[in-house]
């Protein structure tokens, strides 16, 4: 069932974009109420740490903690809803091939300078670069309690999409995760798509099936 975007009486159109982020470096992009926000690995086996702040009020952000609590679950499903640290949504998951992504690591230090970097060329001070969305990422709770934390499995072309519920300023980071383990080698790009029909976007890879061993299909 196709998701509806936009209203299609609205008379102009927010401006759609494509952004491409080089390995260690953080693109960042303002996405409008109602549009798409796609985040794709074009060469795959890559994290992408995902940031995001409101327009209106850069002391609002994107909050994986109250996403947990406002889900009842540190796993991102289809439909589930981002929430801010004032709890209120911000995105919606729409699309989403790998269903493989972490709400409970920090970013690494690099992507914390990447996005600062980012912040300041773009001249927008929030009041704090808060733990992202790291989307593409193989880490799970062992009965233990212990995190456990696997090279990401993203396939080349693997794609995450959101519908915006909130004008926002979004950080996407090319880098590792916050946590130990080897480093991504080679380094590896991210692409950032924003647009205002869902039709606009290419077609997902098929879905992973996260049984047997948590192999693709």
């Known amino acids: 069932m ?113 996005v600062r970097a980012a912040l300041a060329e773009a001249e927008f001070d929030p009041a704090r670069i808060a733990d992202p969305v790291n989307l593409f990422a193989a880490a799970r709770l062992d009965p233990d309690g212990r995190i456990d934390v696997e090279p990401s499995p993203a396939r080349p072309g693997e794609r995450w999409t959101v519908r915006a519920l909130i004008d926002s300023v979004v950080a996407v980071t090319a880098n590792d995760l916050g946590a130990p383990g080897p480093p991504t080698r080679p380094r590896r790009r991210v692409r950032i798509t924003v647009r205002n029909d869902v039709r606009d976007l290419p077609a997902d890879l098929p879905t992973w099936v996260d049984d047997a061993g948590s192999r693709p299909v």
């Open 2 to 114: 196709p998701l509806t975007m936009i209203d299609p009486s609205s008379e102009a159109l927010p401006p759609e974009q494509e952004v491409m982020v080089e390995p260690s470096r953080a693109g960042m992009l303002v996405v409008r109420q109602g549009q798409l926000l796609a985040i794709e690995v074009p060469d795959g086996g890559h994290v992408a740490a995902f940031f995001a702040w409101t327009m209106a009020d850069p002391s609002e952000w994107l909050s994986p903690h109250h996403t947990r609590v406002f889900g009842g679950t540190f796993l991102l499903r289809m439909g589930t809803r981002l929430v801010t640290n004032r709890r209120r949504p911000i995105f919606v998951v729409g699309r989403d091939s790998l269903r493989r992504h972490d709400l409970l690591l920090p970013a690494s230090d690099e992507a914390v300078a990447a």
